[in-house]
């Protein structure tokens, strides 16, 4: 995607703030999963944005204002804030019962059918008040943020028809105006047929796309849109008259895609130009030839591999052939992944997925932005993107992979500013 803000030039003014002697971390322009690392670098802010990036010994004295406030990382790491680009933290009830399920040799499928998965989770969630589901949600969203998080895509899908799914909008709108960072609201019109509809498929689709979308559109509470293309969901052809939708409404698209089989949903995407197709474990060549011509990005959930117990990886080796973006996420939920640290979805691209650690990197800063279409704000530390970025105790960025249990945040600054990284009472 272009950089909408490489050809603006930016008049010189003081600093509001300025963040030095940083070992700073930076994915590379392109297509590449290359870093850059200053050794002894420095950001100069103001408005939020980043103004100046260089060396602090270069830092221009010019620009040093009377009330500039100079904070000294001591050499720490400094890196881009990292990216969640694929979450469903709106929820209630978990599903820890199928968890054991699992282990006891019943496939996610199986225990879809009979009534459990999606559908169990719609049961818990539409009994779960809003202010609960607001409550939990922040929570689980502070998990994040604890790590460095600084932008979260958060998806509804559990309501499940007009009336809850609008509430669950609803909900993720008020935590975008609470919490810290900014928040990505997705509307994940078609996950699981609710039983109420019976078999009767088509008039379920049609009030997503008739009455769901357009409300959600009109109410400005929605970002992009979302759906299941799976044989234990939705088809490609009901996938695609949402996505139609969406697209007369102006909605970016993105899809959950041939991650139980091939399905052909990495293919639709494409030809929708969606912002993503994510999970892709059964993708043929062919949808990855089509996704790299569509500058669709592959979103990786490692989580949802680990927990399902599944043995088909993506196929990296391609993504990489054909020069189609990476990214990786958490995919928080309650049956399939309920994982909530972006250092530990790293760490399991790296080990079950084959990544190196640079790509995971890359793969929750500059390709997660990507992934929300936000790559001309945030994902790089570039002058005139936003001032969002995490202090590290740590020598370099591939150890963002490597610790388990360690979290080695010290600060996360969004917009310039430093955040807390604790739940206010408030809240």
């Known amino acids: 995607m272009i950089n909408k803000l490489a050809s603006k030039e930016r008049e010189p003014v003081d600093f509001e703030t300025v963040w030095k002697k940083a070992r700073i971390a930076n994915p590379k322009s392109g297509y590449t999963n290359s870093i850059d690392i200053i050794e002894d670098g420095a950001i100069g802010i103001s408005e939020g ?62 225990i879809a059918r009979s009534g459990g998965g999606i559908i169990s989770t719609m049961d818990a969630t539409r009994s779960t008040s809003s202010k609960e589901l607001e409550e939990k949600t922040c929570q689980r969203a502070f998990a994040l943020i604890r790590q460095g998080v600084t932008t979260i895509e958060v998806k509804s899908g559990y309501g499940m028809d007009v009336a809850h799914e609008m509430r669950l909008l609803e909900v993720i709108d008020k935590i975008s105006h609470k919490l810290p960072v900014r928040v990505m609201r997705t509307l994940l019109g078609l996950h699981a047929l609710p039983p109420e509809y019976g078999q009767n498929r088509d008039l379920f689709v049609t009030e997503v796309c008739e009455e769901l979308l357009p409300n959600a559109v009109s109410r400005n509470l929605v970002d992009m849109v979302d759906a299941f293309c799976e044989s234990i969901a939705f088809t490609t052809e009901e996938c695609s008259r949402f996505f139609k939708k969406a697209k007369d409404l102006g909605v970016p698209i993105r899809l959950h895609a041939d991650q139980l ?52 990886v993506p196929p990296i080796p391609l993504f990489r052939k054909h020069g189609v973006p990476f990214a990786l996420a958490t995919d928080a939920n309650p049956g399939s992944s309920p994982v909530f640290s972006i250092l530990s979805a790293m760490n399991m691209g790296c080990l079950h997925f084959g990544l190196t650690p640079e790509e995971a990197f890359v793969g929750v800063t500059k390709n997660a932005a990507c992934a929300l279409g936000l790559d001309d704000q945030i994902g790089t530390l570039q002058v005139g993107k936003l001032a969002d970025f995490a202090i590290w105790d740590l020598e370099h960025p591939r150890e963002l992979a490597y610790w388990i249990g360690l979290n080695p945040c010290k600060e996360v600054v969004v917009g310039g500013k430093r955040i807390t990284l604790t739940i206010p009472e408030s809240f």
């Not at 130009?273 to 043929?284: G, K």
């Not at 089509?290 to 959930?301: C, D, E, F, N, S």
Request: overall charge negative; charged content about 20%.
């Open 261 to 312: 089989s091939d399905t052909g949903g990495a293919t639709l995407a494409a030809g929708f130009a969606a912002l993503s197709a994510d999970h892709l474990e059964y993708i043929s060549e062919e949808g990855v030839i089509a996704m790299a011509q569509a500058a669709t990005v592959a979103v990786l959930l490692p989580g949802a591999f680990y927990y399902l117990k599944e043995e088909q």
């Open 49 to 110: 944005k980043i103004e100046w990036l260089g060396s602090t010994d270069n830092l221009p004295s010019a620009r040093m204002g009377h009330h500039t406030v100079v904070h000294d990382c001591n050499g720490s790491l400094l890196t881009p804030g990292l990216i969640d680009c694929h979450t469903h933290l709106v929820f209630g009830g978990d599903r820890s019962s199928e968890f054991q399920l699992r282990l006891e040799g019943k496939t996610y499928e199986e």
